[in-house]
């Protein structure tokens, strides 16, 4: 399946000064958001086709992108980047509710069926910083812990020994969410005062066991994934860090200099993608040339 864009411009804030005309071609992209769009409307148009791929047993995956300030962390996770539990309203809760909904649905069909169907999800919570993999759901103990990542049978790249919790509802979700983005590393710069300085990936693993009496007692398994992404932001280094060159954000541009020249030789069906050329894009690799729905949101202020 192609790569699906769609564009969400965020409202006007304090801080950005006076207002500039927007215009956007919505002939480029298969959805435009303008400023005053809920967070339910995006939820509905960029990740309820991806739940749908989850419960298929397909992979689906939704990365945000954009500049720093631009609206990525509240589209995919609420206020405050996930840290005041009230105001997690955006794609990841939303999603999750869905998923938990349709899970105790389909139990219940089943069970009035008379077959067996069970559901259980499982996340993960990673950050990639400076070219580096950490575990956000590490034992305190050892915090952010590196993780190495590792190229699997099936081609696929991940990241080795990452912590791997059991979700049983949207309530605990959250609480990995707010656990993984304390330990994320953020940075107060002259554009956001809590500028997210890494990439983080969430990954949400719906597994499916079921049984039937015609399976002769056999236990049928299925399992798909979730990939949630909010990239940190492109910076200008005048605007952020008054000129000075900052080691984040060159790592963090790097990164999406990287995963702009994957998506460009994707785009044109070249003999070679780069996918080694960043730590970002051989950890995206199965989201973007794999078997795997993927669904990019592009932000702007």
Same mark, same amino acid.
């Given at each position: 399946t192609p790569l699906r864009v769609a564009v969400r411009a965020r409202p006007l804030l304090r801080r950005d000064g006076p207002a500039a005309d927007l215009s956007i071609?919505?002939?480029?992209?298969?959805?435009?958001?303008? *400023?005053?769009? =809920?967070?339910? &409307?995006?939820?509905?148009? +960029?990740?309820?086709?991806?739940?749908? +791929?989850?419960?298929?047993?397909?992979?689906?995956?939704?990365?945000? !992108?954009?500049?720093?300030?631009?609206?990525?962390?509240?589209?995919?996770?609420? &206020?405050?980047?996930?840290? /005041? /539990? *009230? +105001?997690?309203?955006?794609? $990841?809760?939303?999603?999750?509710?869905?998923? !938990?909904?349709?899970v105790a649905?389909?139990?219940?069909?089943? @069970?009035?069926a008379g077959s067996s169907s069970q559901y259980q999800l499982r996340a993960?919570?990673?950050?990639?910083?400076?070219?580096?993999?950490?575990?956000?759901?590490? %034992? =305190?103990? #050892? *915090?952010?812990?590196? $993780? /190495?990542?590792?190229?699997?049978? #099936?081609?696929?790249?991940?990241?080795?020994? @990452?912590?791997?919790? %059991?979700?049983r509802s949207i309530k605990e979700v959250l609480a990995c969410v707010a656990r993984g983005s304390a330990a994320r590393a953020?940075? &107060?710069?002259?554009?956001?005062?809590?500028?997210?300085?890494?990439?983080?990936?969430?990954?949400?693993?719906?597994?499916?066991?079921?049984?039937? #009496? /015609?399976?002769?007692?056999m236990i049928n398994k299925q399992h798909a994934k979730l990939t949630l992404v909010d990239l940190a932001g492109s910076e200008d280094m005048t605007r952020s860090h008054g000129g000075t060159g900052n080691r984040d954000g060159i790592a963090t541009n790097l990164g999406l200099h990287a995963l702009t020249r994957v998506l460009a030789a994707l785009a044109s069906d070249a003999e070679h993608i780069p996918y080694r050329d960043a730590t970002l894009t051989r950890l995206l690799q199965p989201a973007l040339g794999g078997d795997c729905v993927t669904q990019m949101l592009a932000c702007v202020s």
């Open positions: 071609d919505h002939r480029e992209f298969d959805r435009v958001f303008g *400023a005053d769009s =809920s967070q339910a &409307a995006v939820t509905q148009h +960029c990740a309820a086709p991806l739940v749908d +791929c989850l419960f298929k047993g397909m992979h689906g995956c939704l990365f945000a !992108f954009g500049q720093t300030g631009a609206g990525k962390t509240f589209s995919m996770l609420g &206020a405050e980047g996930g840290r /005041r /539990r *009230a +105001c997690q309203d955006g794609v $990841l809760p939303l999603a999750t509710g869905d998923i !938990f909904r349709r649905q389909l139990e219940a069909e089943a @069970a009035q993960s919570f990673v950050e990639v910083y400076r070219e580096r993999v950490y575990d956000l759901l590490s %034992p =305190s103990e #050892d *915090a952010r812990r590196q $993780l /190495r990542l590792r190229e699997q049978a #099936d081609g696929s790249v991940c990241a080795e020994g @990452a912590t791997e919790l %059991p979700i953020t940075e &107060a710069t002259g554009v956001h005062e809590h500028s997210s300085r890494s990439h983080a990936v969430l990954t949400l693993t719906l597994e499916h066991r079921w049984r039937t #009496d /015609r399976d002769d007692g």
